[in-house]
Structure formats: C-alpha cells, structure tokens
C-alpha cells in the first residue's frame, strides 16, 4: 500500500516510498514496485504522471485521473509554478542559508545514451537552500572521530537530472546516502551505526493551484520510519512532528 496524501476526481498525490520507480522503465527490467500501477490497482483508476521523483527519493508525487489534468500538471511544473520543497540530511554543517545558482551538464544515462556522441551544454539549475539543524555523533569517520550531520531545506528552482544531490555536493555537503555522489565512507557509517540504508532526500511538500478549480493546494508528506529514527536520534523530531 501507498499513502494517499491527497484525491479528488481530477488528481491524487501520494507519499511516494524511496526505492520505488514511478513506472516500469526498460532501464531497469528486474524492478518489482511501481508507484504508478500501485497507485491505480489501489484506487480503481488510472493515473498519469505530471513528474518524477529520482526511484532513491520519498515524498510528495502528483498524478492526474485524466491525461488532461495529467498535462496541465506537468506544464505547471515546467513553467515553474508548483513550489516544492524538500529536506535532506547531509554531511557536515552546512550553516545559514543562500541561493546556488550553479549551471549542470546533464547527466548521460548509460543505457539510454549509451550511442550518444553530442556534447550538451551546461543548463541553468538553481537552489534555494536553508540550514535547520546540526548535530554531531561519536562515530569514527576515516580520520575524524566523530560523524557531524545537518538538515537542510531544498526549494529547486529548476528541475534538472539530480539538482539537489549535485548541488549539495558542489557546496562539499553531500546528502547522507548518496551513492553516486556522495561521501562513501560516510554512508557506510551511517549504514552501520545509524541503520540508515536510503538517501536521506525527501520531498516534504509542494505548494500549487489546483490545475481545475484554480484552489491554493499544500501537500506534505511524512517521512518513512528510517527518516523518524534518524530523527529522534539527532533529536530534530520537531522538524517533522510524527
């Protein structure tokens, strides 16, 4: 089962769970769990997707019951209308808050663009981002003796090829559990001392008008129980009350 955070007869928006791909996709053959067909066994309906969430990412996904709203969807978040808003946990304290406006190459996908020989320029990608809260635990960490992590809220402006994972690291605070470009050793420390196995990336909320009644809609998501231990541990239940 997956959390209905939101339904109406024009579109519903779930709580989508990290390791789970929003469609079946040729790219990975061997997936079992699908957000979209779950989603529509679930409810009865079809569903249509107005966008993605990377399948390590939780949180927040919106989908139409028609492929009209589906699209009026979709245009919203291409013209930049829907605001969203994230945390991720990452390495090290990252203090205060700022705006990257960092340009990305796109990232090539070794199946899909396995034949592809054309440079692609760096697009616009920016980042408004804020620091929470900070913590640090005794765990050992190559030569530190103790593991530093903080929260950190991620408005994306733009929605390129993993931004805010990108992003963060551009800034030398890699999100907790990135395995492509995150801190390794970081996040096997925190596989093996903090029980944390997934990328500590959630879509926490996004706020947008209703594409067919023109109502101001919020929508949040909670975390996953893996999120909540990390966060009674740090003790920052306060930033997601559960």
């Known amino acids: 089962m997956i959390e209905v955070i939101y339904q109406d007869e024009w579109l519903v928006a779930v709580n989508k769970p990290s390791g789970w791909l ?11 769990q699908f957000v979209m067909q779950t989603v529509r066994d ?12 990377d399948r390590p990412t939780s949180g927040v996904l919106l989908m139409g019951l028609s492929s009209e709203v589906g699209r009026l969807l979709a245009e919203q978040f291409a013209s930049h209308q829907i605001e969203k808003t994230y945390h991720a946990v990452v390495r090290g304290w990252l203090q205060g808050q700022g705006r990257l406006d960092y340009p990305l190459v796109e990232e090539r996908d070794k199946i899909a663009d396995k034949f592809s020989q054309q440079e692609r320029p760096a697009q616009q990608a920016v980042t408004d981002w804020r620091a929470l809260a900070e913590t640090e635990v005794a765990i050992a960490v190559g030569r530190y003796p103790a593991a530093r992590y903080g929260l ?3 408005r994306p402006h ?16 890699p999100i907790i559990g990135d395995s492509k470009h995150g801190d390794l050793r970081q996040n096997r420390a925190a596989a093996q001392h903090l029980a944390i196995h997934r990328l500590m990336l959630h879509a926490s909320r996004v706020s947008f008008n209703h594409p067919v009644t023109g109502e101001k ?26």
Do not use: Y
């Not at 931004?163 to 690291?169: C, G, K, P, T, V």
């Open 42 to 53: 679930q409810i009865g309906q079809h569903v249509f997707t107005a966008h993605r969430l």
């Open 158 to 173: 733009t929605g390129r090829k993993h931004q805010l994972r990108r992003h963060l690291a551009h800034l030398r605070h």
């Open 22 to 32: 929003v469609h079946r996709s040729w790219l990975d053959s061997k997936a079992t």
């Open 217 to 242: 809609l919020q929508l949040s998501a909670m975390p996953d129980p893996c999120w909540q231990q990390a966060m009674e541990r740090f003790n920052w239940q306060h930033f997601f009350p559960c």
């Open 152 to 154: 950190v809220e991620l």
